[in-house]
Structures are given as structure tokens and as C-alpha cells.
């Protein structure tokens, strides 16, 4: 479904001195937290959810495909949030802006994930969601919790899913069997030891997969590339040899670049983490600076700053697929 973006332009550590006092230096994160979850055996949808479906895909000339939903992995976005919090070795700290950045919805019709979040966190924060980007939403979700910095709003955190339990066919996962996974990203003011900068921010068309490879923010090795699936399968030999690339599980649509991140952290290198969106033909790329030095290393690889992309409506995803 045809959405807007906030992509545009690349946000390079330059614009830090438009920041507003007490937000000091660019965005820094702290380790992400992953967690997998296996299938959670669930009823068929209720009359009143058969009933919201059933109108909702009629919109797009689809029908309810229950056999296609009991395959899925029945993990609601409260079940994945519930758990991934749990299970951190450490409280969250207070936070001010919470963002669910996902591409298939939440297996729940009637339960609202935003609410439990708010909730849940401390801080009272303040809880939306990014979707119709497909692989891209954690990059937007950052770019929106980047921009929202001037503001005040330093704390913060993007809770990426990947939920299966859908009652019609998402052409995004290529070929692959979704697996149920959730990646937290919260910011880290302070720097800790292990916390990186988050340099780079882009977004951008790339229509022919053969150019994507000179369209990706690295230009000298060494660097290391952590890609989703999607990118994965379209990069050629030439650029995986010459840079240390990782690829994310391929079960996996949003979290996937992400969930591999989290298993080479800290990053010992530059890093970028990019994937693609084959329908909507955007390329997002998210680079890292690992360290507490806010200089630039002569090591550190080159940006090549972007051409100008369009600021309005992005995706090439067909009017006649369900609302994300």
C-alpha cells in the first residue's frame, strides 16, 4: 500500500549543530536484544475477527484463507514484546518515544500492542508504528527517532516484528517461511562501551539490482555489510568478496539484518546494515561507527553522499494489497 517517507536526504553527524540543547552529538544505540519464538498453538479466528477480515480483504478482492493462517506461527506482537522485555538482563531505561516498526500486522485484531508498550516502559512514552515499507520499516522508524531528537526526545527505542499468522498470501517474504522474531534497538545517550553511532541514514530507488551494489554507502573496505535476505540473494560475487558480508536468517523480512547484527556486536568495524525492497525497488542502508571517538578514522570508509530522491510516496507496492 502506497505510503509516505521521511527518506530523502543523507543524515550525516553535520547536522547535529541544528540540535536543540541538552541532545548532545548524533544517535547512539546499544546492543540489540533478539528473541525467536517457535509456534504457539491458536484458535481459528473468532466470528467477529472472521467478520473484520472478511471485510478487510474485500477491499483488495482477497477471501480469508484459514488453512494459509493455521500454518502461521501464532505469536501476537503483546506475546513477542512480553517476552523479548522479559527476558532482558536489564530493566529498560525511561523512555521517551517507543516506535513498532513491522511489515506483516499484528495477528491480533482487537488487542493493541502500542497500548500494552505504553504501559509497560517507563518514562511514559510516547508509542506509534511504522509499516508499508516492507524490509525498510526499522530504517524509517529510526529516521523518524533520529528527527524526533531536536525536540528533547533523547531515550528512545524501535522494537522491530516479524509475525507469520496472516489469512492471505504477502508477496514479500520471497520464498521463504516467516519466522516469528522480535529485535529491540534502544538508544544509548550516555555511550556506553559497547554502544555505537549510528552515521548514516539512507533511502533511495535502485530499479536494476546490478546497480545496487555501487548504490550501497560503503566505498572502501574494510567494512563490514549486514544485509537482509532480500539484498542478500541480489548482491554479486564481486561485492561479497570484497567486503566482510553477513546475511541475515532468510525466514526473516524486517528483523532479519538486524537479528545478524546483534550476533557481530560490537562491531569491531564500520558497519552497514541494508536491505531491499524487490516491490517498491528502494534500497535502506543504516551506517555505524563503532567506538566512543567522534571523529572520523582514516580507516573508516567513504560515504558517497546520495542523489536527491523524491520526499513524497515511495512504494511500488500494488493499491490492490491489504493495508499494512
Known amino acids: 500500500m502506497p505510503t509516505s517517507t521521511l527518506a530523502g536526504a543523507l543524515r550525516t553527524p553535520g547536522t547535529d549543530a541544528q540540535r536543540a540543547p541538552g541532545v548532545d552529538g ?11 519464538f517457535g509456534r504457539r498453538r491458536r484458535p481459528e479466528p473468532t466470528a467477529k475477527e472472521l467478520v473484520f477480515l472478511s471485510d478487510l480483504l474485500a477491499e483488495f478482492g482477497m477471501e480469508v484463507d484459514l488453512e494459509r493462517y493455521a500454518r502461521g506461527g501464532g505469536n501476537t506482537f503483546i506475546d513477542m514484546c512480553a517476552e523479548l522485555l522479559d527476558g ?65 526526545d533523547a531515550a528512545g527505542a524501535v522494537l522491530t516484528l516479524d509475525q507469520s499468522t496472516v489469512p492471505y498470501r504477502d508477496p514479500d517474504p520471497e520464498c521463504d517461511p516467516v519466522q516469528d522474531c522480535a529485535v529491540l534497538l534502544c538508544t ?32 572502501t573496505a574494510p567494512a563490514r555489510l549486514v544485509v537482509g535476505p532480500a539484498l542478500a540473494r541480489r548482491l554479486d560475487p564481486a561485492t561479497r568478496a570484497r567486503y566482510d558480508v553477513v546475511a541475515g536468517p532468510p525466514g526473516q523480512l524486517c528483523t532479519s539484518a538486524w537479528a545478524a547484527l546483534a550476533t557481530h556486536w560490537p562491531p569491531d568495524r ?9 516491490h517498491a525497488e528502494r534500497l535502506f542502508q543504516a551506517g555505524l561507527r563503532p567506538g566512543a571517538v567522534s571523529g572520523r578514522s582514516a580507516a573508516e570508509p567513504a560515504i558517497k553522499q546520495p542523489r536527491q530522491t523524491n520526499t513524497g510516496a515511495v512504494s511500488g507496492r500494488s493499491a490492490a494489497e491489504p493495508a499494512r
Not at 108 to 129: I, K, N, W
Not at 191 to 209: C, F, M, N, S, Y
Open 88 to 152: 532482558l538482563d536489564r530493566a529498560l531505561p525511561p523512555l521517551e518515544t517507543v516506535l513498532l516498526a513491522f511489515h506483516l500486522p499484528d495477528l491480533s485484531v482487537v488487542e493493541v500492542a502500542g497500548s500494552y508498550l505504553a504501559g509497560r516502559c517507563s518514562g511514559d512514552p510516547a508509542v506509534f508504528s511504522v509499516a508499508g515499507q516492507g524490509a525498510g520499516a526499522p530504517f524509517t522508524a529510526l529516521r523518524i527517532l533520529d528527527c524526533m531528537r531536536p525536540a528533547g
Open 26 to 36: 548524533p544517535l547512539r544505540l546499544g546492543r540489540p536484544a533478539v528473541r525467536t
Open 188 to 219: 544509548d545517550p550516555a555511550g556506553g562501551p559497547d554502544a555505537v553511532t549510528l552515521d548514516v541514514l539512507d533511502e533511495r530507488r535502485v530499479a536494476d539490482p546490478a546497480d545496487l551494489a555501487d548504490a550501497l554507502a560503503i566505498r
Open 270 to 278: 564500520y558497519t552497514v546494515v541494508a536491505d531491499y525492497d524487490p
